[in-house]
């Protein structure tokens, strides 16, 4: 018996269709990719420093900040280039009087200085900037 290969739709009804559920599937996935990635561009803003961990931290994730790394070596970074200490004055102080809001991440590593960080952190306070934080590493992440 020979086997019949056919639509089954009626003859008069044979239109193409296009199947969408393989393609809102296609477009989850590539949001999903750009989504991660981009998530992972935010820490590529500062240098790799060990940061200490503090317990009572709260995670500031908003865009408009300049990161300032100080390596254990005593370095300065500003948003990963190195930089010297009257560059970075000048160059916070033209920041400050176009954004009167900029905000300035303090990244120190855990080895560096006491007196390399505070001579930052005055840097920017003196530049004009009242908006400063210290980034530090969640506890629970660490110990992974």
């Known amino acids: 018996m020979p086997v019949k290969l056919g639509s089954k739709l009626p003859a008069d009804h044979a ?21 991660l990635v981009s998530l992972s561009m935010v820490n590529m803003k500062s240098v790799k420093v060990n940061l200490p961990t503090a317990t009572s931290s709260t995670p500031d994730l908003k865009k408009n ?8 070596a005593g370095l300065v970074f500003l948003d990963q ?8 004055a000048a160059t916070l102080s033209a920041w400050h009087g176009t954004n009167d809001q900029l905000r ?36 629970v992440k660490a110990a992974r």
Do not use: C, W, Y
Not at 65 to 72: G, H, P, Q, T, Y
Not at 114 to 134: E, K, P, T
């Open 65 to 72: 900040f300049v990161n300032i790394s100080i390596d254990k």
């Open 15 to 35: 239109e193409a269709r296009i199947e969408i559920v393989p393609l809102i599937d296609i477009m989850f996935f590539l949001l999903a990719s750009f989504m």
């Open 104 to 139: 300035v991440f303090i990244s120190g590593d855990k080895e560096a200085r006491h007196g390399d960080v505070i001579q930052v952190l005055d840097l920017v306070r003196s530049s004009g900037i009242d908006n400063v934080a210290f980034e530090t590493r969640d506890p």
């Open 81 to 88: 280039k190195p930089v010297g200490q009257n560059e970075l």
